[in-house]
């Protein structure tokens, strides 16, 4: 049991790139429950706006959004050096698809790819342990036939100018107006969740228990994908995005609730959602604090609620890694075994 007692656990999040390349935009529909269409009332970050979220229990994600105008990043890059750039969990630089800054058009010298290897540089010297995400973004700019080339030529430039983070860093084309960010931002989470192999595990016997041909575990205010467990009969199904895309179709669903009947978000904290299909079942539920459970299983009245049994039983032990502080509370002796 004292394996499983898991301390908070903070991770610093730079989120940099050139002025209006999308940085906030992605930040308040990811975190803060906007849609794409409401976006453009945003204005641009001044320095660095700073914002503290709670991800799944004991994973605190401190994010540094830092404004893209030449003055602040040149300040980032020399009097604020070191508080920027020290104890860095993960650097994501965006870029701006459409930039003619990116490859040197109109005598720009790859300004863009300038300033991100300066900034590598940086990340380099006072948190060479950070991982690195790229962005390319706004990729619905570009017609649907060259996206792949696109994204490829752009990928391949950047790893050059990575320097020692070149074979590691990731690479994803994004835009706000479909699931893509979703896939890049689930990803990015994805590599700061503490004692993940815990958490497949559980997911791995409820899997068991319940014959489930598909478990998926969301987050339960960004529905950001933590991590999923699925059956060689789940591995046959041919959406490969799929987790993205309910991602979408659920935060797209909560803001309609909220934009039609004027409450809170809080109030449209849904418990279950039940599809019944002559295939199989398909539960989305409640699980603990932080988190929503997707579970695809066989069909029928008699699995269903064996399913439901079997999550009410779950939901205690996962509460053990999911909130700590709360599990200490029920049982004051449970770090002493």
Same mark, same amino acid.
Not at 248 to 274: M, Y
């Given at each position: ?218 987050? $339960?205010? /960004?529905?950001? +994908?933590?991590?999923? &467990?699925?059956?060689?009969? @789940? %591995? ?5 995005? =799929? ?42 539920? $409640?699980? /603990?604090?932080? +988190?929503?459970?997707? &579970?695809?299983?066989?069909? @029928? %009245? ?5 399913? =439901? ?29």
């Amino acid at each position: 049991m004292e394996s499983l007692k898991l301390k908070p656990k903070k991770k610093k999040v730079l989120l940099m790139g050139k002025s209006g390349s999308g940085k906030s935009s992605m930040r308040n529909i990811i975190f803060s429950n906007f849609v794409a269409k409401d976006v453009r009332r945003l204005g641009a970050t001044i320095d660095v706006d700073h914002t503290r979220i709670k991800f799944l229990g004991n994973l605190i994600l401190n994010i540094w959004d830092c404004g893209g105008q030449d003055a602040f990043t040149e300040n980032y890059l020399t009097s604020q050096r070191h508080s920027v750039f020290s104890e860095v969990g993960v650097l994501i630089y965006v870029f701006d698809v459409e930039s003619r800054e990116f490859d040197g058009r109109e005598g720009q010298n790859f300004r863009d790819l300038n300033t991100y290897n300066a900034v590598i540089k940086a990340l380099e010297e006072f948190s060479p342990q950070a991982h690195v995400f790229t962005l390319v973004h706004k990729m619905d700019l570009v017609q649907s036939e060259h996206r792949e080339r696109v994204l490829q030529d752009k990928t391949d430039a950047i790893r050059e100018r990575s320097e020692r983070f070149r074979s590691d860093v990731q690479t994803y084309g994004t835009s706000i107006w479909d699931q893509t960010l979703y896939k890049a931002w689930g990803m990015i989470v994805h590599s700061l969740i503490p004692n993940l192999d815990v958490i497949e595990w559980y997911l791995t016997r409820l899997a068991i228990a319940t014959e489930a041909e598909e478990i998926v575990l969301f987050e $339960r205010v /960004t529905f950001l +994908t933590v991590t999923s &467990v699925t059956s060689k009969v @789940g %591995e046959q199904n041919p959406y490969f995005d =799929r987790y993205e895309r309910l991602s979408n179709i659920i935060k797209t669903f909560k803001h309609s609730l909220l934009t039609f009947t004027g409450a809170l978000p809080s109030s449209h904290q849904f418990t279950e959602h039940v599809i019944k299909t002559p295939r199989f079942n398909l539960i989305l539920a $409640r699980f /603990t604090t932080n +988190t929503y459970v997707l &579970v695809v299983i066989p069909p @029928g %009245e008699a699995e269903l609620e064996c399913t =439901r049994f079997n999550l009410l039983a779950a939901r205690d032990e996962f509460l053990q890694i999911d909130d700590p502080g709360s599990a200490s509370e029920r049982d004051p002796g449970a770090e002493k075994r």
